[in-house]
């Protein structure tokens, strides 16, 4: 499981591997990739980022949000723009555990506590200056449309969700802005200042650093 920066750069690889690939291919990414028609990219981004508003309500289960849309795969027919977006969020979800454990990510951690949280925050921080345009998607998520849903989330919740999101995306993130999204999301948010520690620490293993890059890398 990815944090929102990272998924939101997920989704720009997603659109910049459909604009290059050449479907007249049968090649590796067609057998990968599906081409999508008259998505909506707004939309999907907002849909990319939805199934971590658990998070923020306890009446939301992660199996309400993190287990639909089997078999998990890059076929998104049949699904609005938000849907297309959701499952894709699990599908990331899927593939970056794919990924660290290809790269034996787990056999690093050592003595580190807060091993996987502090990963992801981590992962946020050394990919943000792979997408340039997060100015338009924080005005996007501060006043986003309101999309029904099978689970029961408000309006209101839906968008506090999403104004916090765009707080935390406006900038590279710091410890500051980290602190601030991590003790809203966290379960334990008493552990922030340890899983900072662990990020200060996990920043100075090259191998780590090189591993969390390649998962955007390899994604598709």
């Known amino acids: 499981m990815a944090t929102q920066i990272s998924h939101i750069i997920y989704a720009k690889k ?6 290059l690939a050449n479907f007249d291919d049968l090649g590796v990414k067609k057998k990968k990739i599906i081409p999508v028609e ?16 658990r998070h923020i309500d306890e009446n939301i289960k992660r199996k309400d949000t993190h287990l639909k849309f089997a078999p998990l795969n890059l076929n998104f027919s049949g699904l609005t723009s938000f849907e297309a977006g959701w499952k894709f969020h699990l599908y990331c979800d899927m593939r970056r555990e794919e990924i660290l454990n290809k790269y034996n990510f787990y056999s690093f951690k050592n003595d580190t506590k807060f091993y ?33 849903t099978d689970i029961n989330v408000d309006s209101e919740t839906f968008k506090l969700w999403y104004a916090m999101v765009a707080r935390y995306i406006e900038k590279k993130p710091d410890h500051k802005a980290i602190r601030i999204f991590a003790i809203k999301i966290l379960k334990n ?27 955007k890398d390899e994604i598709i």
């Open 189 to 215: 948010p008493e552990n922030v200042d340890e899983i900072i520690k662990s990020i200060e620490e996990l920043h100075k293993n090259e191998k780590v650093v090189e591993i969390l890059k390649k998962v």
């Open 14 to 19: 997603y659109f910049d591997s459909l604009e």
């Open 116 to 148: 996987i949280q502090a990963a992801k925050l981590l992962e946020d921080e050394i990919i943000y200056d792979e997408y340039n345009n997060w100015e338009k998607i924080r005005n996007y998520f501060n006043n986003p449309p309101f999309i029904e």
């Open 38 to 53: 008259k998505i909506n990219k707004d939309e999907f981004i907002l849909g990319c980022i939805f199934p971590d508003i």
